[in-house]
T-cell receptor, first 108, second 113 residues
Framework: DAKTTQPNSMESNEEEPVHLPCNHSTISGTDYIHWYRQLPSQGPEYVIH???SNVNNRMASLAIAEDRKSSTLILHRATLRDAAVYYCIPYNDYKLSFGAGTTVTVRA | DTAVSQTPKYLVTQMGNDKSIKCEQNLGHDTMYWYKQDSKKFLKIMFSYNNKELIINETVPNRFSPKSPDKAHLNLHINSLELGDSAVYFC????????????FGSGTRLTVV
C-alpha cells in the first residue's frame, strides 16, 4: 500500500480557506487519490477524489502535484461544521486504507 | 431514507457471547465492506464483498464471519466475543469496487464487558 503523510492537526478561522497537505510519494501511476472526512461520532464521508488533474466539487477542491507525489485538499471557506478528521487515501488493491488523518479545528 | 444503514447502533454484550451486526444499502451498489475503528481511532478494513463474492479478507480472527445474502446486505457475525473486539464497526458500500468512492454507515458501537 502507498504510504501517506499528513499533519496531525490544523487550525483555521471560520470563513477562511483551509489547505490540507498530503504526501504520497510512493503512489503508483494508476492509484486515485481519495479524500474523506469523519465528523465526531459519525462514519467517514467522501469528500473528493482525483488522478492527475485538479478537481472541484461542492465540498472542496483537490490540487494534485504534477509528479503526483503530493496533493492538497482545499476547503474554500471553513465553517464550524467542517471540524473533522480529514483522510488522504490512495485507492489501490480495490480498497481504501485509512491512515491517522489530519484533525481540523475551526475557530469561530 | 438512509443510504447505508446498520443495526444495531449500540451493542453491549458479555465476553464469550455470539452477536451479529446487520448492514443494508439502498444505493444499488454492488460492493460492500466492513471496517473496524478501535479506541485509537484507526479505521481498518476487514472484509469486502463484490456481487456477493468475498474479495477482501484482511487478517481478521476467524471468529468474525461476514455473510452477504444479496448485493444490498452484508452482515457480520462474531463468535466468542472478546474484550478486544470492543470498537465501532462501520459498513460501507460502493459501485464497481469503489474507485469512485464509498458511502459509509453511521457505525455500530460494540462494547464487550
Amino acid at each position: 500500500d502507498a504510504k501517506t503523510t499528513q499533519p496531525n492537526s490544523m487550525e483555521s478561522n471560520e470563513e477562511e480557506p483551509v489547505h490540507l497537505p498530503c504526501n504520497h510519494s510512493t503512489i503508483s501511476g494508476t492509484d486515485y487519490i481519495h479524500w474523506y472526512r469523519q465528523l465526531p461520532s459519525q462514519g467517514p464521508e467522501y469528500v473528493i477524489h482525483g488522478l492527475t488533474s485538479n478537481v472541484n466539487n461542492r465540498m472542496a477542491s483537490l490540487a494534485i502535484a504534477e509528479d503526483r507525489k503530493s496533493s492538497t485538499l482545499i476547503l474554500h471557506r471553513a465553517t464550524l461544521r467542517d471540524a473533522a478528521v480529514y483522510y488522504c487515501i490512495p485507492y489501490n488493491d480495490y480498497k481504501l486504507s485509512f491512515g491517522a488523518g489530519t484533525t481540523v479545528t475551526v475557530r469561530a | 431514507d438512509t443510504a447505508v444503514s446498520q443495526t444495531p447502533k449500540y451493542l453491549v454484550t458479555q465476553m464469550g457471547n455470539d452477536k451479529s451486526i446487520k448492514c443494508e444499502q439502498n444505493l444499488g451498489h454492488d460492493t460492500m465492506y466492513w471496517y473496524k475503528q478501535d479506541s485509537k481511532k484507526f479505521l481498518k478494513i476487514m472484509f469486502s464483498y463484490n456481487n456477493k463474492e468475498l474479495i477482501i479478507n484482511e487478517t481478521v480472527p476467524n471468529r468474525f464471519s461476514p455473510k452477504s445474502p444479496d448485493k444490498a446486505h452484508l452482515n457480520l457475525h462474531i463468535n466468542s466475543l472478546e474484550l478486544g473486539d470492543s470498537a465501532v464497526y462501520f459498513c460501507a458500500s460502493s459501485q464497481d469496487l469503489g474507485a469512485d468512492g464509498y458511502t459509509f454507515g453511521s457505525g455500530t458501537r460494540l462494547t464487550v464487558v
